[in-house]
């Protein structure tokens, strides 16, 4: 591997990680909106857990695995 193609995968994995913190960081706010309130998701009322709350759990636990 050569200098160059050193430097652009460490700049691919740096730009990976900001996503992926980023991703998790968006994705705690929308889990602590959309919380269980009587079976029904508190921030839109739809059955608990709405599909907003199962696609941040998912993506937090892709960014954090």
Known sequence: M???NSHRSEV???SLRV???DLA????VVLSEHINAGNHCAACGLTWP???AVLADHNLE???P
């Open 2 to 4: 050569t200098s160059q």
């Open 12 to 14: 691919v994995h740096d």
């Open 19 to 21: 996503f992926l913190d």
């Open 25 to 28: 960081a968006r994705a705690a």
């Open 50 to 52: 709405c599909s907003r």
């Open 62 to 64: 892709m960014a954090h």
